[in-house]
């Protein structure tokens, strides 16, 4: 794109999605056109097995108003 692009939330959401959490990202986040980020996702299992969530992204996209 050539604007950039706004993040105002970050959150998890699923049937695991609270053994998951966006932690240490400041929002919000703001990125350049070509530039990139990193967000940490925190796991803290209660549980052994498969577990599983999505993390989302809320931003100014206006093709894409949430990102999965």
Known sequence: GVV???VTDISVSGADAAMF????T???LILEPGSTA???IGFSPVSEGLK???VNML???C???MYR
């Not at 959490?21 to 240490?24: C, D, E, I, L, Q």
């Open 52 to 54: 599983q969530a999505t």
């Open 26 to 28: 400041q929002l919000p």
């Open 4 to 6: 950039k692009l706004t």
């Open 21 to 24: 959490a966006a932690a240490g």
């Open 38 to 40: 990193s967000i940490a």
């Open 63 to 65: 093709d894409a108003g």
């Open 59 to 61: 931003g100014n996209d």
